[in-house]
């Protein structure tokens, strides 16, 4: 099984991005499986690369889960 961290980007440049996770850990990730992307985008990472696009909610929703999962 795989798990796909949500990340929010900060920097976009070309198909490479500078993004955040909720952790504060920042990571230089691959966009060119994603389209439309910009700054304050949330979105699903596996592998160093951009799977999906989420929205806030979505975003803090796994973050919540993951942090309770960790804390349990």
Do not use: F, H
């Amino acid at each position: 099984m795989c798990l796909s961290i949500p990340y929010k980007i900060n920097n976009i440049k070309g198909q490479k991005a500078v993004v955040n996770s909720a952790n504060k850990r920042e990571i230089e990730i691959d966009l060119s499986l994603l389209k439309n992307l910009k700054k304050g985008d949330w979105i699903l990472v596996l592998n160093n690369m951009a799977i999906q696009k989420i929205t806030n909610k979505e975003a803090k929703q796994i973050i919540n889960l993951y942090n309770y999962e960790k804390n349990k």
